[in-house]
């Protein structure tokens, strides 16, 4: 009876011991999105980044209508135009502000980008068996005539190699 009593008092202090150690709740942690704020040159992001679909391409264009050339080291405060070159991996963009902090005119040049959906299922169902070996997007802006995206596409078959030129929607230039 003493060592059912001893073994009683022992699992007792076991049960309550366990009851009161720590608990394995998840620590839940609740994270923000970062939220960008709305570019100097609105007008601008919103036309150049219609059909747009790498994100490498859509972040220096970004880049570029969120500058603020009042606060660059090249504002003089005269009028005139003012000429900036934006760069990132593969990529760069020439722009041309005005002295407001408008872009007028836009010209960039991205290698290897992710080609839009449109001129994707163009080149595989009119050019079955062939791969892209290197693409290279182009795209002109302007404020009187708008955007302007050339995809220039180099396919291969084995040794075989095709040169093309497109637009956003697909079509041949």
């Known amino acids: 009876m003493k060592t059912f009593l001893i073994n009683a008092m022992i699992l007792g202090f076991v049960t309550v011991g366990y009851a009161q150690g720590t608990s394995n709740k998840l620590n839940l ?23 747009t679909v790498s994100p490498r391409v ?22 005139g135009n003012y000429h900036m070159k934006f760069r ?17 005119y836009s010209m960039g040049t991205f290698k290897d ?25 182009k795209s002109s802006y302007s404020i009187e005539r708008g955007i302007e995206d050339v995809y220039k596409i180099k396919l291969g078959k084995g040794t075989l190699e095709k040169r093309l030129r497109m637009d956003a929607e697909g079509k041949l230039l």
């Open 58 to 79: 859509l972040e220096l264009q970004y880049s570029v209508a969120n500058f603020n050339l009042f606060a660059s080291t090249l504002f003089k405060g005269g009028g």
């Open 29 to 51: 942690e609740i994270t923000t999105e970062k939220i960008r704020e709305v570019p100097k040159n609105i007008n601008y992001y919103n036309e150049v980044k219609e059909g």
């Open 113 to 137: 980008v992710a080609l839009p959906i449109p001129v994707r299922n163009i080149i595989y169902s009119s050019h079955p068996g062939w791969y892209v070996l290197e693409n290279t997007y």
């Open 88 to 104: 990132k991996t593969k990529g760069k963009i020439y722009v041309t502000f005005d002295s407001k902090g408008k872009i007028k």
